[in-house]
């Protein structure tokens, strides 16, 4: 017999997560650990509670949705983050994504379809309401995706080790505003606005590795 897939449910709003704590709890194979009201609690209650799979709101007042799944996908966190928003927009999709979040469905989805996507998170499978999957189709294929050049790889192979822009002006023989420049550039072909999530990007496409 397998064992129940454990929960922990992230959302500023009591109702919602009373709603979600009822709903997997009389469901058959889930057991809901603990809650969350935001970003900074949560990582807090997964780093004691080491959940399965963490239910992840994004927009929340004290620390949002996505700065958490960075945080832990930084710290390595064993749990699988199944966004679970209101919001389908690029500005919400593809950061949370991009910080290394395994789903994302919206908070309309029906029952059934949460209860399938959370196995699958449990699983390691990526899970993408059709509205997401479609925006994110779009922008893999928008303009502004064009390859890093050989300088820009190097750069960011650096700032994937941690490496800060003077070390890497240093080591490159190039300026501190050369590094900036290249970091601009990149990020701009990689549509992401910090280093993390560039590296982040970059792994996803397989541009380091």
């Known amino acids: 017999m397998t064992s129940d897939i454990s929960v922990l449910i992230v959302d500023d709003h009591p109702v919602v997560r009373d709603g979600l704590r009822g709903m997997f709890e009389s469901a058959p194979g889930f057991t809901v650990l603990g809650e969350a009201s935001d970003g900074v609690e949560a990582v807090e209650r997964a780093t004691a509670l080491d959940p399965d799979v963490i239910l992840m709101d994004l927009r929340m007042p004290g620390g949002g949705g996505v700065d958490a799944i960075r945080e832990l996908t930084r710290s390595r966190a064993r749990a699988k983050v199944l966004v679970l928003t209101t919001y389908d927009t690029d500005s919400d999709t593809l950061p949370a994504i991009e910080a290394g ?13 949460l ?95």
Do not use: C, M, Q, W
């Open 101 to 113: 979040a395994t789903g994302y469905l919206l908070k309309d989805a029906p029952r059934d379809e």
């Open 115 to 209: 209860f399938t996507a959370v196995r699958a998170a449990a699983e390691g499978r990526t899970v993408l309401s059709p509205a997401v999957a479609s925006r994110l189709v779009s922008a893999v294929r928008a303009p502004g995706n064009e390859p890093l050049s050989a300088r820009e790889r190097e750069v960011l192979a650096l700032v994937a080790k941690g490496t800060s822009n003077r070390e890497i002006a240093r080591e490159l023989f190039i300026s501190e505003a050369t590094v900036k420049t290249h970091l601009t550039h990149l990020y701009a072909k990689l549509g992401v606005k910090d280093r993390a999530a560039a590296v982040a990007t970059a792994y996803e496409r397989g541009i380091l590795g």
